[in-house]
């Protein structure tokens, strides 16, 4: 059973520039999450995901961001023209389908970004 | 709304010496609550989690943790800590009910085991 994988692990880019993420949650699981860990805090919250429906989304989720699930499987989440500040990790998980608040969130290993 | 606060940033201790990492949470409404940890350059692992039920709490690699809800604390223990088990520590919690799925997680607590 493999795990939630992410890719970039690290991602350098210039302000202004695109990035993309991409998440594989672990087979079968429907929800997936978009979390932000920056240094000295916990995660935040981004977006979630039950199949391809984004049902919930932050109010860190300006609108430079964007997060798609086109086929229930994989996301991605886009930042169009980074800033310094959105220097951070973006963090990525998966719960299994048919379940509740109770279940377990599995985490990736995170994508590292800098914007210089 | 909920937040949770984590009392220590920081939790020196030396190997085989007892630890607790204190929890506090705020919310209006009923909540599960989770200890995930998480060791450099890996994803949040999940340690524990309390749901209903018996308020002790027994986790992986000898972790327990028990909620008091008069106090509104999870504080997360283990008798005898290794070197291994120096890494960061979150709590969080999620609402039980409702239509949210997200977890709220504290700022973290860096355990570090010395020799």
């Known amino acids: 059973d493999t795990g939630v994988s992410q890719d970039p692990r690290h991602k350098i880019t210039k302000r202004g520039q695109n990035v993309t993420f991409r998440c594989d949650p672990i087979?079968?699981?429907?929800?997936l999450y978009w979390y932000r860990q920056t240094l000295g805090q916990g995660p935040e919250f981004l977006t979630y995901f039950q199949n391809e429906a984004q049902l919930e989304k932050s109010r860190l989720l300006s609108d430079r961001f964007s997060a798609e699930r086109p086929k229930g499987s994989f996301s991605t989440l886009e930042i169009q023209r980074t800033e310094q500040g959105d220097s951070a990790m973006y963090l990525c998980a998966s719960s299994p389908p048919g379940g509740t608040r109770a279940d377990t969130q599995y985490f990736g290993p995170g994508t590292r970004l800098t914007v210089l | 709304a909920q937040s949770v606060t984590q009392l220590d940033s920081q939790v020196p201790v030396f190997e085989e010496a007892p630890v607790e990492l204190r929890c506090n949470y705020s919310s209006s409404v009923s909540v599960y609550l989770f200890w995930y940890v998480q060791y450099p350059n890996q994803g949040l692992q999940l340690l524990l989690k309390y749901l209903s039920g018996s308020t002790l709490v027994k986790g992986i690699n000898g972790f327990e943790a028990e909620f008091n809800k008069s106090q509104t604390s999870f504080h997360l223990r283990k008798p005898s800590v290794h070197i291994s088990d120096t890494a960061e520590y979150f709590c969080a919690v999620i609402n039980s009910g409702g239509s949210n799925y997200k977890l709220t997680f504290g700022k973290g607590t860096l355990l570090t085991v010395n020799p």
């Open positions: 087979s079968e699981h429907n929800r």
